[in-house]
């Protein structure tokens, strides 16, 4: 199901259909490094996952398929993520990458941070990164998110950044 669409990118809910590309892009040791998270053991574990990913049902948002519109190549995923144990919605995304440095990632982001700030009226959004992914914290810096506070990211240092709901108001007014 199509989510939101932005210049050059749909999101889309994530399917079991999408278990190739999710395995593939989480083999690629330089594209987990930063997350704290292992690759997947097969293509049939990747769709394992997906069949139990209940964040769209249980939410109605989580992370989505970001696919080019041009070709519409997989290019990874972007998203919104409820953390139950902190009360806070978090920004995410990872991608392939043979896609970085084209700025799907930042161009993807916004649109998810205008989606849980308008349809789903989240009252923050956070973005935690280890601190030696500084592609990913300046994906956060540039889409808005404000360093508060050093993080530990699963025993590494990391930061979390956030935004609130009339900060994000003020600034998009603006514009």
């Not at 590309?21 to 996952?49: C, M």
């Not at 139990?52 to 109605?60: K, S, V």
């Not at 190549?73 to 043979?98: M, V």
């Not at 508060?148 to 979390?160: A, K, N, R, T, W």
Request: aromatic residues 16%.
């Amino acid at each position: 199901m199509l989510i939101l669409e932005t210049s050059r990118l749909l999101l889309r809910e994530m399917t079991p259909d999408d278990a190739e590309q999710t395995y593939l892009l989480n083999i690629d040791p330089l594209v987990i490094q930063y997350t704290g998270d292992k690759a997947f053991e097969s293509i049939d574990a990747a769709r394992q996952f997906l069949e139990a990913y209940d964040h769209y049902r249980q939410y109605g948002f989580g992370r989505w398929a970001v696919i080019r519109k041009e070709d519409h190549a997989f290019l990874g995923w972007c998203g919104l993520k409820y953390l139950p144990e902190a009360a806070e919605y978090d920004l995410g995304y990872r991608f392939s990458k043979k896609y970085w440095g084209y700025g799907y990632a930042t161009e993807a982001a916004s649109a998810c941070l205008h989606l849980g700030f308008t349809r789903f009226q989240m009252p923050r959004i956070v973005g935690r990164a280890m601190s030696a992914n500084t592609a990913s914290i300046r994906v956060l810096e540039k889409v808005g998110l404000r360093f508060q506070y050093p993080y530990s990211f699963d025993g590494e240092d990391g930061v979390l950044y956030a935004l609130d709901q009339s900060s994000w108001q003020e600034s998009y007014a603006q514009h």
